[in-house]
């Protein structure tokens, strides 16, 4: 489900107007997905045509350092992305400090990825919720961190001409939708692939 953005985006100007460069940098729920995505619709394309999409899944991925997963958006030499998909966080809850440290370091993340791809549409793929997270018990304070942190994304994403995706149907309380009460099923990386799909399709 895509939100309210400004739409005063731009891709750049040497970007072949017939294939957009899309990178979707993540943990390993991006990992995850376009592992999915090999032998399941909507294929690693997401079906969206001009797209020329890019996987950067990183297992256990934090937002911090902010280089560690930024460095990997581009290859020595390649173009800048016009559109970078940020979905990171949620290895950060539980380990990287308080609701307020965490709210800032997710500030801090999408400024420096503006500040380096500065051409880009920046869009935020919302944190999952998870079943049981590494380093906290209390399910419902983690939720609250992971609302928190979602909400001061969504706040600087949107000053900054950028789209939130969200996704709706993906809860922690439905059973199916989870290997291992962190990563997704067939079932819920259907669903988040198709979130993807529909929001990056409306850009394009």
Request: aromatic share 8%.
């Amino acid at each position: 489900m895509l939100i309210t953005f400004s739409g005063k985006f731009y891709f750049s100007d040497d970007s072949d107007v017939s294939q957009v460069k899309v990178v979707m940098l993540g943990d390993s729920l991006v990992t995850w997905a376009a592992h999915h995505l090999l032998t399941d619709p909507p294929g690693l394309d997401l079906q969206i045509p001009g797209a020329e999409i890019i996987w950067r899944g990183i297992r256990g991925c934090r937002l911090k350092p902010l280089d560690m997963s930024l460095d990997r958006v581009c290859e020595r030499g390649s173009q800048p992305p016009d559109i970078l998909l940020i979905h990171l966080g949620t290895n950060d809850i539980g380990h990287s400090g308080s609701a307020w440290e965490l709210r800032t370091l997710v500030r801090a993340f999408i400024r420096e990825a503006h500040r380096r791809f500065p051409r880009a549409l920046l869009v935020w793929s919302d944190i999952l919720p998870r079943q049981r997270w590494l380093g906290m018990s209390d399910q419902r304070a983690a939720m609250k961190i992971l609302k928190g942190m979602n909400a001061s994304a969504h706040r600087i994403i949107c000053a900054l001409g950028g789209v939130v995706i969200t996704h709706k149907l993906i809860k922690y309380n439905k059973l199916d939708l989870f290997n291992d009460y962190v990563h997704l099923s067939k079932t819920g990386n259907s669903i988040l692939c198709n979130d993807w799909r529909e929001g990056l399709s409306r850009l394009l």
